[in-house]
């Protein structure tokens, strides 16, 4: 049945608004949230790692060691300064041989010397791909499978889904993976052996993005594209099983909400098509969905270092996680920082989206 103001074409202009500009002032506000909430994480791990019951001396030179050459290692790492002195040493408030943090440098590694910076840019991106590979899957999965659920609540595909949702996340990811090589490399040969990104033989291009998919298309190298795919798959499938479940119930909860909505029962009173009413639902169950999958993101970038871990990828998860075995105060304040910092620049990415989709946030 037509509304009163026209047809149904009427009806397709009145909810599908025009888009509105860039909310320059709320990126501006969330930016100078981000750098508080930076600084409050910064000076948070500073002072936490310090009073930590741990004397990295003595992990350095051995417990064995004289007391002249424990005092000389104490120095030369700056830790016989007063605390405060070494904040300002760290944030580069202080002249010193090294630039500190607000002249972009995190300073060098005290069991490597080599710069924080090139470490964490060597092994961040090999996290980074390992992530965004499996929620680019996990997304094209759970979008189609969450729709079909909230379309058809008695349906098949609800069921299965809400059984797989349980069933995947009733166990750790690492666990996952371990079944997944004993099943796909050990017995049925399918998967290549958990031994890095590569074969050991195989020389890796040079790297451009620290991405080996996007560096081997660069240089043109076919073979070694295939090849790290090959190695991905099965880490890949690990994460995306766990992060599907969760994605799909966010998915087909929120369609469902909309489309009990008025402006949804409106739609269809209208005579609009199904695809334009499942276009329109979808608009509005997907924004609230963004802040899930920012939120898992954030997540998966230190959660997913027991899956490096079970596979030997090797990315920024297990160089977190031998800094603090090491107690390599430099690493630990740059791996921190530096993933909160990206944590932060997601979130404002997604914020801007949701705003742009639904400007009654910017209120």
């Given at each position: ?146 729709m079909i ?114 402006f949804i ?34 997540f998966m ?63």
């Amino acid at each position: 049945m037509w509304g009163p103001e026209g047809s149904g074409p009427h009806i397709a202009h009145m909810i599908r608004k025009e888009r509105e500009p860039v909310p320059w002032g709320y990126i501006a506000k969330r930016l100078a949230t981000g750098v508080v909430q930076l600084l409050g994480v910064t000076l948070a791990v500073f002072f936490l790692i310090r009073l930590l019951p741990a004397d990295p001396v003595a992990r350095l030179v051995g417990f064995n060691a004289s007391d002249v050459v424990y005092d000389q290692a104490r120095a030369s790492l700056g830790l016989d300064q007063p605390v405060l002195r070494q904040l300002g040493l760290f944030l580069g408030f202080f002249p010193s041989d090294q630039s500190g943090l607000l002249q972009g440098d995190l300073g060098k590694s005290w069991v490597t010397n080599e710069s924080i910076i090139s470490e964490i840019l060597h092994f961040f991106p090999i996290t980074l791909e390992l992530i965004t590979i499996s929620f680019m899957v996990a997304i094209l999965i759970a979008i189609p499978i969450g729709m079909i659920s909230a379309f058809r609540p008695n349906g098949r595909v609800n069921r299965v889904t809400f059984v797989y949702g349980l069933f995947a996340g009733a166990q750790p990811e690492f666990w996952w993976g371990l079944v997944f090589i004993y099943v796909f490399f050990f017995r049925l040969g399918w998967a290549p052996a958990p031994l890095g990104r590569l074969r050991p033989l195989t020389d890796a291009p040079d790297s451009v993005t620290g991405f080996l998919t996007i560096d081997s298309l660069l240089a043109g190298r076919l073979d070694v594209f295939f090849e790290s795919l090959y190695h991905l798959w099965l880490p890949v499938m690990t994460l995306v099983l766990i992060l599907s479940g969760p994605i799909i119930k966010m998915i087909r909860q929120n369609m469902l909400r909309v489309l009990e909505s008025d402006f949804i029962l409106y739609a269809r009173a209208s005579g609009l098509p199904s695809r334009t009413i499942a276009t329109y639902t979808f608009r509005s169950a997907f924004a609230p969905t963004l802040t899930l999958l920012g939120i898992l993101y954030g997540f998966m970038l230190g959660g997913a270092v027991l899956v490096e871990q079970v596979f030997s990828i090797g990315g920024l998860g297990q160089y977190s996680v031998r800094s603090i075995l090491q107690f390599d105060y430099p690493a630990i304040q740059g791996v921190v920082l530096v993933i909160t910092a990206f944590s932060l620049l997601l979130y404002l990415a997604l914020d801007v989206i949701h705003a742009v989709l639904d400007p009654r946030v910017r209120r």
